[in-house]
C-alpha cells in the first residue's frame, strides 16, 4: 500500500513538474568541494530507490526558475561529467519538488551549488542519482533548518546532521548544506 501511494504520489509530481515547464535556455551554478559523505546508512525504511522519477537539464532548471531559486556554478556550466558544472540532468522529481518546497517553507532565499554532477561521493542516495542538492549557507536558512528540524548527531564526517519530519536529510559541510531528498 504505501509503495502504490508512494508511487502515485511521484507521478502525480511529475505531471505537475510537467505543467510548469516554462520554455527558456538552461542554467547553472556549482559547487568546488568533493567531501566523503555517506550515503545509505541514514537512508529511512520506506526509502525506494526504484520509483523515483528523473528529469531532465531543461525540465529542472525551468522549475527551479520558476521557484525563484538561484543557482551558481563555479565553471559557468551545466555538464554532468564535468565537476565544475552545476548539473540537474537525472535529478529525482522528488529532489526537484523538495527544494522548492523549503524555499517556500522557509521564506529564505536559496542558491543551488551543487547537484547530479560528478565528483561527489557515490551511493544509492547521492547526488549522481539525483537525491542530493547542495545550497549556499546564508543566515536565514540556517537557522531555519536548525530550529525546525531535529538534530541526528554528526555524520561520520562530522557534519552536524538535521532531519526534517519528512525524512530528508541536511548535513551542514564546511561549505555549504548537503540535503539529501527521499
Known amino acids: 500500500m504505501r509503495k502504490m501511494m508512494r508511487k502515485s504520489a511521484l507521478l502525480s509530481g511529475a505531471a505537475f513538474a510537467m505543467t510548469l515547464l516554462i520554455s527558456g535556455a538552461a542554467f547553472a551554478d556549482g559547487h ?8 545509505d546508512e541514514y537512508a529511512p525504511d520506506w ?6 522519477a528523473k528529469l531532465s537539464q531543461a525540465q529542472a532548471a525551468s522549475l527551479i526558475r520558476a521557484a525563484g531559486i538561484s543557482v551558481s556554478s563555479s ?11 552545476t548539473s ?5 522529481d ?12 522557509s521564506g529564505c532565499a536559496l542558491t ?13 542516495y547521492s547526488h549522481w542519482n539525483g537525491y542530493k542538492v547542495d545550497i549556499s549557507f546564508s543566515t536565514c536558512i540556517g537557522n531555519y533548518i536548525v530550529n525546525n528540524f531535529t538534530y541526528q548527531g554528526k555524520r561520520g564526517d562530522g557534519a552536524p546532521l538535521y532531519k526534517s519530519a519528512a525524512g530528508n ?5 564546511s ?8
Open 32 to 39: 568546488d568541494e568533493d567531501r566523503k559523505e555517506p550515503s
Open 47 to 52: 526509502a525506494d530507490p526504484s520509483y523515483a
Open 75 to 85: 565553471g559557468g556550466c551545466t555538464n554532468r561529467n564535468n565537476s565544475t558544472c
Open 88 to 92: 540537474f540532468e537525472q535529478i529525482n
Open 94 to 105: 522528488t529532489t526537484i519538488n523538495g527544494i522548492i518546497t523549503l524555499k517556500r517553507a
Open 112 to 124: 543551488i551549488t551543487g547537484g547530479t554532477e560528478t565528483g561527489h561521493s557515490s551511493g544509492t
Open 169 to 173: 536529510l541536511y548535513a551542514k559541510e
Open 175 to 182: 561549505t555549504h548544506w548537503d540535503i539529501t531528498y527521499f
